[in-house]
Structures are given as structure tokens and as C-alpha cells.
């Protein structure tokens, strides 16, 4: 670093002389350019944080707000992890991250792979299709809930069509069943696009020398796939999981808009219950302790995540 | 192509891959093209079954999105003749406009709120990354990693606390809690994708205008600024889109002044349930400057979603 012009420059100027010619100095710079930013940060997010964790020991109630605040100890934490209605909950957001993910993977990346053939007009269709996941989804998903009406509903009215039943045989929203696959749906559509697009960059990443040596030594196309294609395009893939993770996770405005956690909690992922309990049912004590857990949750699934993911990146 | 290439895909390969590729596209147009489609046709043409593709195309979707009407005898019809082509679409469901609805003042506050905060993040966040970029910043890359983790946490988690703190600062349902709130959200994208252009810019042009004789501050500004004004411009698009159609707080801790249009969208209701037409006529306004937006932004796309984590 001391190399640099501009330091030597520094270090032969007396130091009052470059203060004046300078104005401040570059530490005092740094923190005047990175404080407001950490300040921000610390009171729209960690004071909350800790806020919320102070709360989680309580029973406070935010909509009585002269009510007497106990300190109950660990007993919000005891009761979230023994109810059954919790577990349901996890098990609901499992398996919308899981199917999600496994579709959107599959999807994405064979769109991806077809659009890296480089037909004309790649482009163009490559921008149509990314639109849907810049759309707001309480928008879109509300909207949703309409094509899936069992009568009037297009969704319903093409899947008659296809499979020969009757349109109004089956709810998507309405049945225990179907609701599940319904939120699945709105997502994959909306959020494989994204998926495709990291693909695509791994893709593209891929030197042709690769691919014409692989052609000199004979390896076949779908040998080329596996060893070549697959395993270098893993990190991206694995860094689109990640994202697409974390933010399913935290899934609240799409699923809220399409079933709003019904029929029964069927489709009540975790992010949803937490809004029941924090401001339906106001039991603040308790929906922050749910939310410590749900927060120690992603963390620490995502942190470990993330080794996984380095140690791939470095083979 | 004149030269042979091995990794040059073969014609049949591509119009295959061409053919699947834009089969997928139009799919994924449906509902799309479904919510400009309703927005134009009548109560009974939305709902009606088979769903129709052809019909006769009305404005009464957006008349019924930016007006209130009521009913009324047909002696007050008769008396008050029709002003103007959207007096004369509610006559015929013996209604009158008696004014606006909220529909446009509920999209102002998106519009304020979401500029607002792409400005206060965009401020913020340039001079933060310019920080991270450029100084020796202690412990540099916890802040960076702190930055970040501030987005892992649910909106819903968040929002209790701050529902509070909103509270016992007068700041619920003001536009500029929700500023500050966006603000807060979006600061860790803009602060990544923003370190990420100033990196690309080479370090030389500051040194040459510091040696020049301008101040840090001047070649920050005059130098460094005009250089990452495409990146700022990205930047700022994905701030804004991020804060429009941001739902969760919105829907949690506003009601009334400062709500923003993705929770009021959803609610129009007209006669005997949601009014479609005009809940589809509102999306449509919503969602096409996104829609605009996305396309000038394709180039950056990719960064844009990923924090900056891959370029192209």
C-alpha cells in the first residue's frame, strides 16, 4: 500500500500542512461517511432486536398498555417449543421451502440452460420472463387469488380444459389438499426467473476452452454435463438456494394475500402465525419470543449454509 | 458463423432450446396479461364463465378504482343528467360519482415513501460504500457482515418492536416512519451493490485529482461520483422497487395517512365481493412502472438481486 503516489505524496507533507490542504483526514472521513449509516442500522434494527428479546421475557401485551409487565422467564420460549401448533407451523414452511426450491432449481436452471444456446432473440425473452419477480407480491398475489377461482377462475378453467374435469370440482385455496401446492405455485412462477438469471451467470462464467478440451479428449455431451457443466455451475446455483432460502423463510405478503395461512392453519407458515399472535391476538411476550426463535433459525441455518457453500466454492 | 466451433450449438439444438424457452415466456404472460385484460372488462365480463378473452373493452374498472359512488332514485338520474363519459358508465348501474376514491392518494404515499427513501438510502449508502471502499475501516468486514444480517431477520420479527418504538415517537402511520423504516431496509442493498461499482472504479483518478490539489471531499465528489452515477442510478431502481412493493410493514403499521398502495389494492371492494375489473385496474397502474423499470435495468439485473454477490 505505502507504495502508492499519493501516500509517499502524504508522508513528505508535514502533517498540519495536510490537514489544511486535505481538510479532514481519511479516518475522520470514513467514520463521518460510515456513522450515519451504522447509526440507522442500529435503530431500525439491532435496537428492536434487543428490544424484542427483552420482551420475549415478558407477558406484555402491547394493546394494554397500562397492564402490570411480569418477567416470566424462559416460559414463553417453553411453551412455543412444546406446542404442537408450532411444529405444524414448521412442518408448513418446510415444505413450501423444500418444494419451492426444488422447483425453481429444476426450472431455472433448465430455462437457464436452454436460453446459454444462444437462439436469436435470447435476450428479449430472457427480459419477459424475468418480470414477474420484480412485481409486488401482495399485488400479484391477490391477483392470483382470483385465477384460482374454482368457477370463474382461468387457473381452474385451463386445468379443466387439460385434464377434463369439471372447474369447479376443485378449490386450490379452498382444499386442505390443494392449498399447500397452490402457495407453491404463486411462488415458482413469481421466483424462477431468479434462479434462471444465477444460472445463467454460472453459465456464461464457463470458459469454451473447457468445453473444447473436453471435445479433444472425446468426452461425450452428457459426460461434458456432468463434470463440466454441473460443477461449475454449483456455486451459483447453491448461492440462488441461499437467497431464495432466506427469503422463503421469511415468506409473509404472497401467502398472506393467496390463503392468509388457511384453510384451517393448513398454509400458515411461521411468519404468519407470528403475525396472529403479535397483532391479532396481541400477546406481544410471546410473539417476540417466537420471533428470537424464528431470527436463530434462519441464522444459524443460513451460517452453516454458507460454510457448505465456501467449502464448494474453494474445490 | 464461418469457422467450425465445437461449443457452438447446432441450429436444431437452438431452435429447440428457442422454441421451449419462449413456450415458457408466454406461460408465465397468462396472469399478466390477465390483470391488463380485467382491468377493461365490465363486473359481469370478469366473472363470467367460460372466462372470456374477446370482449367489449370498458373504462369502468378504473372509474369504479378512482371514484366513490352511490346509488340513487331515478327521479335524482333524471333530474342530473350524466356530466361526462364517466358520469354516463355508472348510470347504467343507477349510480352517481360523489367523488374520488383513495386510490390515489393511498399511490402518492407510495410515491413519496418510495422516493424518499431511495433518496435517504442512496445518500447514506454512496457515502458508507465510499468509506468501505476506499479507507482502512476497522474490522471492516464485520460491519459489512452486519450490514447484511440486518436483512435476514422476517419483516414481521421486526415489526413488533418497532410498532412500539413508532408509537412512543408519534411516528405510526407517518410518511416519515416509513421513510426512516425503507430506509433501514434498504441501506444493506445499497451499501453492497454501491461498494461494488466505487471498487471498479480505478483508484488512479482520485489520486491524480488529490495530487492535483483537491481535497478528499472534492475528489470524492467531483471525481468519484460522476464515475459511479450508472451504478448510483441502478442502485437507486432497486431501492425504489424494493420500497413500492414492500407489503408486510406497510400492511402492519399503517391504516389511514401514510398507507402505501399494496395493502389497499387488495381491499377495493365493489358490489357483492371484490370488484376484479377495478382491483385489476389498480395493479395495472401499479405494476407497469416496475414493469418499465425492469427492462432499463436488465443489464444490472442479475446484481441488483444478488447484493452485488455475482456481475456480469
Redesign the interface.
Known sequence: MSDRTIDRVAQATPVRAARKIRGLSDRAIAWIFISPTIFLLLAINIFPLIWTIKLSFTNFKANRIGREIKDVGFRNYERILTDSDTWLNMQATAHFLFWTIFFQVLIGFALAWLINKKFRGNDLWTTIIVLPMMLSPAVVGNFWKFLYQPQIGLFNYIIAWFTGKDPSSFEMLGSVQLAPWSIVIVDTWMWTPFVMLICLAGLRSIPDYIYEAAEVDRASKLRQFFTITIPMVLPFLMLAVLFRGIENFKMFDLVVQLTGGGPGSTTELTSINLKREAFEKWRTGYASAYAIILFVTVFGLASIYVKALNRVKQR | MSSF???E?SNR???I??F???S??LI?????V??LL?GFKSPAD??????KVVFDPTLEGYVNLFTTRTRQTQEFLNANPPQNWADEIVRQYDMVIVGPSKFGERFMNSVIIGFGSTFLSIF??T??A???SR???PLKDD?LF??L?????????????????FRNLGLSDTHLGMI??Y???N??LA?WLLKGFIDEIP?EYE?AA??D?Y???QAFYKVVLPQAATGIASTAIFCL?FA??E??FA??LTSATAQT???F??TIIGVGG?D?PA??A??TI??IP??I???LM?KH??RG??FG??R?
Open positions: 466451433s465445437v461449443t450449438p439444438s437452438k431452435w432450446a428457442g421451449l424457452v419462449i415458457y415466456a408465465t404472460m397468462i396472469p399478466l390477465w390483470i380485467t370478469a366473472i363470467s364463465y367460460p372466462p447514506l449508502g457515502l458508507a465510499y468509506a468501505f479507507f482502512k475501516v460491519l452486519f450490514i444480517s440486518t436483512r435476514m431477520m422476517p419483516p414481521v420479527a421486526v415489526a413488533i418492536p418497532i410498532f412500539l418504538m426512516l423504516l430506509t433501514g431496509v441501506i444493506s451499501v483508484r489520486e488529490l495530487i490539489g481535497t478528499r471531499f422497487i413500492w412493493n407489503y408486510a400492511v402492519l398502495a399494496p395493502p389494492i387488495p371484490l376484479w382491483v385489476a389498480g395493479a401499479f405494476l416496475v414493469m423499470f425492469t427492462i436488465r439485473l442479475l438481486i444478488t454477490a455475482v456480469k
